[in-house]
Every structure is written in structure tokens, then in C-alpha cells.
């Protein structure tokens, strides 16, 4: 069980935090075994189960920046994150985040306030395709600074529960930029505002860099339209 990874002293800063969200995610943590990653169905995405089919519909604008490898938000200059292989549960958190402004970003702020929570739902399933189910491999030793992070969010960046994000193969720069974000206050969850308050920008960076570099690795979404089928297929 996750908990044998702690060591005495991490446990007891983590202990309150994880106790909640163990509780609540030990159930569906469980299904993540390998069995179901070599099934072909979609892995059981719990209680949140999307209809695939109006999530691709609905997905038409977002592909345009998250099914572009390697697109970049400007001002400031960071990659677009991949979705493919998070757990649908963490995708609808983070819209919703964006939605009620828990994270500010123009741009994610727009488009979420016009999705409906059964969009959101059907959406979160479609771009988590099947969530990465860890090899408990990972690539070199994880920063120092690491050493609490590798508890929810796995060792190899696969997390240990759906409402935690995945981080392994993220790009490093968006990862870099969402832990500034919860330290300077522009993302408000209080679990990772906590965590990254007493990180140095040389800790991020490091750590960054290591999660991006892990495998099974998050994916950019493939574009299933073409610019000339789309206008056929949305009219
Ligand atoms: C103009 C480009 C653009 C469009 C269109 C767009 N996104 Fe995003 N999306 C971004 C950027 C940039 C971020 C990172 C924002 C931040 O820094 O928090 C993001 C973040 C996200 C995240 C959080 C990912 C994570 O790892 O936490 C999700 C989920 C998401 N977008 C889903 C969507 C969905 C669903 C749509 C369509 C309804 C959409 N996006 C449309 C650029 C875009
Ligand atoms: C108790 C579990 C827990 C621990 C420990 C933890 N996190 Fe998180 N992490 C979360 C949750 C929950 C979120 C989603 C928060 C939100 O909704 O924005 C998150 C989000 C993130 C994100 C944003 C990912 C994305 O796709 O936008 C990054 C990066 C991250 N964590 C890195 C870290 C690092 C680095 C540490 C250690 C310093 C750490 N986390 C410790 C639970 C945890």
C-alpha cells in the first residue's frame, strides 16, 4: 500500500491531508491495477462517467490548443498541457477550477464558464482517454525537494489517486508555471499551496524536469478532425 513509501518523517506533515483523500480515493485508486490498462474498454471512470461521443463533439474548440504538440500559450510563454492519460475525476476538478475562478487563466476561464457540469463530465472523458496506469519504474531518483510530491503524485508522476493530477512526460515549462501559480496565489488550492510554499525557484525547476521526463507519459490529444472535415462534420 502507498502509505510503506513514507518516510516517518513525511508522514506526519502528510498524515491529516492524506488521510481525507485516501479515505475518498482508496476505492477507485484500486482499480488502477494492470489488468485494466491491458483491457480495451476505458478504464471505469467511477462516479463521473462522461459519454465519450458528445465529449469529442463538445472538444472541437479545445483541440485547437490542446491537440497541437508543442503549442504555446503567449504571455507569458508556456506549453498548452496534455490531457490524454489524466483521470477524467482531476479534469472535471481543474475546469471547475477554472470556472469559479479557483484558477485564473483568461483564456480557460472563458471557455469553461460556457460548459454545463454534464459538458464538463462528458468532456473530462473523452481527453482522459485511458488514465496511465503506473510501471512503478521511474527514470533516475526524484529531487530532494521531491520527496513529499512522490506520495500522491507517484514516484513516476503516475498519481496514486483519480483527483490528483498525473505529471509524468508533462511539459516541464507548464508544470514549472502551475507550481508558481499555486505558490503566488493565482491557483488557490489550499493542498498544493501549502506543499509549494517553501520551494525554491531552483526546486521547481528540478522537479519539473524530472516529472517531465517520467513514463507511461501524458499525451497531446490527437486531433480526430482535419481543417477539411471539420467544417463538414460541426455544421
Ligand atoms: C486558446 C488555447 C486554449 C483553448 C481553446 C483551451 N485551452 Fe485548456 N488550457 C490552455 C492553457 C494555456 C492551459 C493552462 C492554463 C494555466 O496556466 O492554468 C489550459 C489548461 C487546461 C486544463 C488543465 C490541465 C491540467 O493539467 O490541470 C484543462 C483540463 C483544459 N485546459 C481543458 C480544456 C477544454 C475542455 C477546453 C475546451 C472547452 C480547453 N481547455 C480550451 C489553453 C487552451
Ligand atoms: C496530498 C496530495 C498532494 C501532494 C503531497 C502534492 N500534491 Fe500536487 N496536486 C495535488 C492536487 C489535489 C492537485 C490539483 C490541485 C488543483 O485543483 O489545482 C495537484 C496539482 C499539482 C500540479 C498541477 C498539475 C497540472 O496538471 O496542472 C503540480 C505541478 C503539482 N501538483 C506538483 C506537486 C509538487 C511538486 C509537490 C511537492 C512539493 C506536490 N504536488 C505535492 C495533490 C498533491
Do not use: W
Not at 485547437?64 to 503567449?74: E, F, I, L, M, P
Not at 476538478?93 to 457540469?117: C, E, K, N
Not at 507550481?179 to 506543499?195: A, C, H, S, V
Request: hydrophobic share 35%.
Amino acid at each position: 500500500m502507498v502509505l510503506r513509501r513514507f518516510g516517518a518523517r513525511s508522514f506526519g506533515l502528510l498524515a491529516t491531508v492524506l488521510c481525507a483523500s485516501l479515505a475518498a480515493h482508496s476505492a477507485s485508486a484500486q482499480t488502477a491495477s494492470p489488468d485494466t490498462a491491458a483491457a480495451p474498454a476505458p478504464a471505469a471512470a467511477g462516479p463521473a462517467q462522461g459519454d465519450l461521443h458528445r465529449g469529442k463533439e463538445l472538444s472541437y474548440t479545445c483541440l485547437g490548443c490542446h491537440g497541437v504538440d508543442g503549442y504555446k500559450n503567449a504571455y507569458p510563454n508556456y506549453s498548452v498541457p496534455k490531457l490524454e492519460g489524466q483521470h477524467p475525476e482531476y479534469l472535471i476538478a481543474a475546469l471547475q477550477g477554472y470556472r469559479s475562478g479557483d484558477r485564473s487563466h483568461i483564456t480557460m476561464h472563458s471557455q469553461a464558464t460556457t460548459l454545463s457540469d454534464q459538458d464538463i463530465v462528458d468532456i473530462a472523458a473523452y481527453f482522459a482517454g485511458k488514465p496511465l496506469v503506473s510501471e512503478h519504474k521511474s527514470v533516475g531518483t526524484p529531487p530532494q525537494a521531491a520527496a513529499l510530491c512522490v506520495t500522491c503524485h507517484g514516484q513516476d508522476g503516475v498519481t496514486i489517486a483519480p483527483m490528483y493530477p498525473s505529471l509524468a512526460g508533462q511539459h516541464a515549462d507548464y508544470l514549472t508555471r502551475a507550481l508558481d501559480e499555486y505558490k503566488k496565489g493565482g491557483r488557490k488550492n489550499p493542498i498544493m499551496g501549502g506543499f509549494v510554499a517553501s520551494l525554491k525557484e531552483s526546486d521547481i525547476e528540478a522537479i519539473a524536469e524530472y516529472f517531465s521526463k517520467q513514463a507511461p507519459a501524458l499525451q497531446t490529444e490527437k486531433r480526430p478532425f482535419s481543417s477539411l472535415t471539420a467544417e463538414a462534420e460541426h455544421k
